[in-house]
């Protein structure tokens, strides 16, 4: 069992993308698979920028299982809390796309939402040993959804907590993946008091908290490290150890927005791998650590798919250098 510095937990699955931007669901002729999901597509942005990094959940013993497993082994990204469903189908998402690249979840085709092997993640099959040595635990809020995976999201709380491995809650509000959205946000706010870093897009900061603005987010849920609100072509603001600011989007044409959050969250996971979360208290170096995120979640929307179109260490920086 090889290490990881940041273990990403939850849903992999496959966007179908449509292929005509601008037309709603029931009028898409043609559909292009893209591997993805949140924390897979973290996991793997992280390793492709040199931070090591595994995957905990779980899909079907299907082709499309296969095809993803394949996928994080050929990437790199450390498989032994990969756990397979005999039964239950791998996840996968019909994504609709605005003319201008914006993405909108469509729905599951004749699945039912329960019906997934990632709902089946079973909590007494979590490696306890990835967790001794993983500086990072990324969740959503997805898994909460279901029973099972509910739990085994609880069960890796407890693990992290025991090991002392930072919470990264990436909220990652998806209301078709609920049964009943109306009791997502109470289940969603006692996951926010477990985590010790919170990464939210405007909307779902206004939906959970009534504001965009990071420091009143913060005094809502003290005691926490950092708030990071993306927003998109607005670019991002942050509360980092005291420290905040706002980052603007770079200037960039954007081809498909799906997982760039994704990146932008595995971005600013690199750079506290490298430079220590105790680099967060000087104001300069808090900024720096955002931009940076801010990069790689922008290049991510230059190509279509999320995994595929993430960048590399060396990419990031020259990017940097051409946008100083």
């Not at 909108?104 to 329960?114: D, H, L």
């Not at 600011?245 to 997982?259: K, Q, R, S, W």
């Amino acid at each position: 069992m090889t290490n990881s510095r940041v273990l990403c937990f939850g849903e992999i699955l496959f966007d179908f993308l449509s292929d005509q931007p601008g037309l709603p669901y029931e009028q898409v002729a043609s559909w292009t698979p893209y591997p993805g999901g949140a924390p897979a597509n973290v996991a793997c942005a992280l390793v492709k920028l040199g931070t090591s990094s595994g995957f905990i959940g779980c899909v079907g013993e299907d082709d499309l299982g296969n095809i993803l497993v394949k996928l994080l082994q050929e990437t790199q990204v450390n498989v032994d809390g990969v756990q397979r469903h005999p039964t239950a189908p791998t996840r996968g998402v019909y994504v609709v796309r605005s003319e201008t690249g914006d993405r909108a979840f469509a729905g599951f085709g004749n699945i039912g939402t329960s019906e997934f092997a990632d709902t089946q993640l079973q909590a007494e099959q979590l490696p306890a040993q990835l967790f001794k040595t993983a500086e990072f635990l990324v969740l959503g809020s997805l898994e909460m959804a279901y029973p099972k995976s509910h739990e085994a999201t609880m069960q890796a709380i407890h693990l992290a907590k025991q090991f002392d491995t930072k919470i990264l809650l990436d909220v990652n509000w998806r209301p078709v993946f609920w049964a009943d959205p109306a009791a997502a946000p109470a289940v969603i706010h006692q996951l926010v008091k477990q985590a010790d870093f919170l990464k939210l897009s405007d909307e779902e900061a206004e939906w959970l908290f009534e504001t965009t603005d990071p420091s009143e987010i913060v005094n809502q849920v003290e005691p926490i490290s950092g708030v990071l609100v993306t927003a998109g072509e607005k670019g991002c603001a942050y509360w980092l150890q005291g420290n905040q600011g706002n980052i603007p989007a770079f200037a960039i044409d954007v081809e498909d927005t799906t997982g760039a959050g994704d990146s932008f969250l595995a971005g600013f996971l690199h750079q506290l791998c490298q430079q220590g979360i105790q680099s967060l208290e000087t104001a300069a170096s808090a900024q720096a650590i955002v931009r940076y995120a801010s990069a790689v979640g922008a290049m991510t929307t230059t190509r279509p798919g999320a995994i595929a179109a993430q960048p590399t260490a060396a990419e990031v920086e020259a990017f940097l250098q051409l946008n100083r």
